[in-house]
């Protein structure tokens, strides 16, 4: 067997291991994050269990940091209170980003890891199957249900030779979606290997496979080998250490062959992390921002090297350059050894180790700006600049960036080639920030921000509505749901609900309501790859919250599909994607028979009613997801099979 099929058959609990079935697969470990772990624990609580049945399970705090009123600290409070009641580990803020802290002080490989966030598959790095999820699945597995999924098809990426100097892991996986897109990749997990993994450490792997997440993808691996080893050792987590690597007879899917020594630098180009092009075409623009950090790039390898190209050098005037470590433990060490200064006396504004610029939560470039990044998303407006022009880079690039002021291939710096930085023997470990304190008598804290999860209705027999959204290809969960500024109303739902396509359409909350009032239900008609980019099931629960029923597609991404089914969305795909064209906003539609169709049928014929003609739909869901809709959602298919 390869590596994925390894930990599949190693935790399969229901179904087939052939490509398409559905199979059940038992989960090893959980991580949450504040901005989708607040609903994720309400979603637990709904489900009245006494204990947690992971292995282990983390909440993190890490995205809603700015503490701009009162909701941000009262949700860090809820978490706290429920992670000692049940027994869950409870990362403070300033501790650092969960997928950097996880892959520093938790993850194993062979172990199986779900996280409410899309780029958890950043534990791929050390060998771990690490799948990102909404978060009424990671509540499912706290509560010991398994987690279901398609059984892959694997994709194995040879990689051969080296990379070239100033060419890094970041130019890698920037090819790799040069190569494969953002769309188009759903039902595949990527598997690494060849001789040029061993020329690659912890960290670069782990910025491979974090940005794999934008392919679409389920989730990316890489083996667990001498390399993983010294890492962990370095951690002081050995113990955990396993082996784990494909049969020499293993095979894949597909297989694509890297030649490392081949690569250049790259950018990812506005507006998507898929839009890619060589940084040497792109030399000599202006720059006016850039940032160096997020889960993708904020390790101790990349602070270090950022450190050391920039040392007894100043920062341009024009520029504004951010710097934000991705752990306590990277800022720490780097502080110890003169690195932070190096990046203060160059003129780096210093931010805590948290998502921050990512997420479009706080350092907003100016309008217009050209602001390199070293994050793994660039949708328009995510920066919080709806003008501002994102570019994904390595830190090495960006660092080139900073030093000119202007887009500069770090190949073309009067600089002599910077010592690889090495990973430490030993890494400063201090896990005080992480707390494990189980109490059941403590009392949960809510604040007055913090709602129960919505509940949802058992589909009718007929739906009766209005088209009240058609959008293009490439919808991103940050169109449906903004983050940045109204981050802090995640716990609100009906408060959330008023910024839902806040912005595509500023009218369409009201829009909904007043059909929901008049108990019509709503469509939303969308292109293909609707709904890539993050875990948020706020991109569905909002939706739903606002009377949405159905949405009809090109084709789905695999997270959003999901919390669609989670919270009683019917996904449609077009059977014929021509009648995308022939239908419009506005549009009256009539669904006869839905619950009954629901039950069985893989084609469904919609009524416009508007144009007096039918178009067929393919009902592309398995036998659980079809109970889950017919119930009305996860939470009351759970309740009905699991009183």
Same mark, same amino acid.
């Given at each position: 067997?390869?590596?994925? #099929? ?26 949450? #994050? ?10 637990? =609580? ?22 701009? %009123? ?120 990527? =598997?690494? %290997? ?66 490392? %020594? ?49 040392? %007894? ?49 706080? #350092? ?54 910077? #010592? ?224």
């Amino acid at each position: 067997m390869n590596i994925v #099929q390894k930990i599949i058959a190693s935790h399969l609990i229901e179904g087939e291991m052939k490509a398409g079935e559905t199979v059940a697969i038992k989960i090893d470990q959980t991580l949450t #994050q504040d901005a989708t772990g607040t609903m994720a624990y309400l979603e637990f =609580e709904a489900m009245n269990v006494t204990e947690i049945s992971t292995e282990l399970s983390v909440s993190y705090v890490d995205h809603n940091t700015s503490q701009m %009123g009162f909701e941000n600290a009262d949700d860090h409070k809820y978490l706290q209170t429920i992670a000692e009641k049940f027994g869950i580990r409870y990362s403070k803020a300033g501790n650092g980003i969960c997928h950097q802290v996880h892959l520093e002080r938790f993850g194993l490989p062979g172990k199986t890891l779900l996280g409410s966030d899309s780029h958890t598959p950043t534990g791929g790095g050390i060998g771990m199957m690490a799948i990102g999820a909404g978060g009424l699945d990671v509540a499912c597995a706290l509560a010991g249900l398994p987690f279901y999924i398609t059984f892959p098809k694997v994709l194995k990426i040879n990689l051969t030779g080296k990379l070239q100097n100033w060419v890094t892991s970041k130019d890698v996986i920037l090819y790799i979606l040069e190569l494969l897109s953002t769309k188009g990749n759903v039902g595949w997990m990527v =598997e690494f %290997g060849g001789d040029g993994v061993q020329t690659l450490s912890v960290p670069e792997r782990a910025t491979i496979t974090n940005m794999g997440a934008e392919l679409g993808v389920t989730t990316s691996i890489f083996p667990s080998d001498e390399i993983t080893f010294s890492f962990l050792k370095a951690q002081n987590r050995e113990d955990g250490w396993t082996e784990l690597k494909a049969a020499d007879n293993a095979e894949y899917d597909r297989i694509i062959d890297i030649d490392l %020594g081949t690569l250049e630098p790259r950018f990812a180009t506005p507006h998507s992390p898929g839009n890619i092009c060589l940084v040497k075409d792109l030399v000599g623009k202006k720059v006016d921002q850039v940032c160096v950090g997020s889960c993708t790039n904020s390790s101790y390898k990349d602070l270090m090297t950022v450190a050391k190209m920039v040392k %007894g050098k100043k920062l341009p005037a024009h520029l504004s350059f951010v710097v934000a470590p991705g752990s306590k433990q990277v800022f720490r060490m780097i502080s110890e050894n003169g690195a932070l200064s190096d990046l203060i006396d160059f003129g780096a504004r210093i931010m805590e180790s948290a998502c921050g610029f990512c997420i479009g939560n706080g #350092q907003a470039p100016q309008t217009d700006a050209i602001s390199i990044r070293t994050n793994n998303r660039n949708f328009k407006g995510r920066s919080g600049t709806a003008s501002a022009n994102v570019y994904l880079a390595s830190p090495e690039t960006a660092a080139a960036c900073a030093i000119t002021g202007k887009i500069t291939d770090p190949r073309k710096l009067d600089m002599k080639i910077l #010592q690889k930085i090495e990973i430490p023997e030993k890494f400063k470990i201090d896990d005080s920030m992480v707390f494990l304190r189980k109490n059941r008598d403590v009392e949960i804290y809510r604040g007055p921000n913090i709602g129960d999860p919505p509940k949802g209705e058992k589909l009718a027999e007929n739906l009766k509505g209005e088209i009240v959204l058609k959008v293009e290809d490439k919808i991103t969960t940050d169109h449906i749901m903004p983050a940045g500024i109204r981050l802090k109303y995640r716990s609100n739902i009906p408060k959330y609900s008023e910024f839902v396509f806040e912005p595509v359409d500023k009218t369409f909350p009201n829009r909904c309501l007043k059909n929901k009032g008049k108990n019509r239900a709503n469509f939303i008609v969308a292109g293909l790859s609707y709904g890539q980019g993050s875990s948020r099931e706020h991109a569905a629960i909002c939706p739903a919250y606002l009377g949405v029923k159905a949405i009809i597609a090109k084709s789905i991404e695999r997270i959003h599909l999901a919390n669609l089914i989670n919270f009683g969305i019917i996904p449609m795909i077009f059977k014929s994607p021509d009648d995308y064209d022939k239908i419009g906003q506005s549009d009256e539609l009539a669904f006869e028979k839905i619950a009954n169709a629901m039950k069985n049928d893989e084609i469904y014929i919609i009524k416009n009613l508007s144009r007096n003609f039918e178009f067929k739909v393919k009902l592309n869901l398995n036998k659980r997801e079809r109970e889950i809709l017919l119930a009305g959602g996860l939470l009351n298919y759970i309740s009905k099979k699991y009183p």
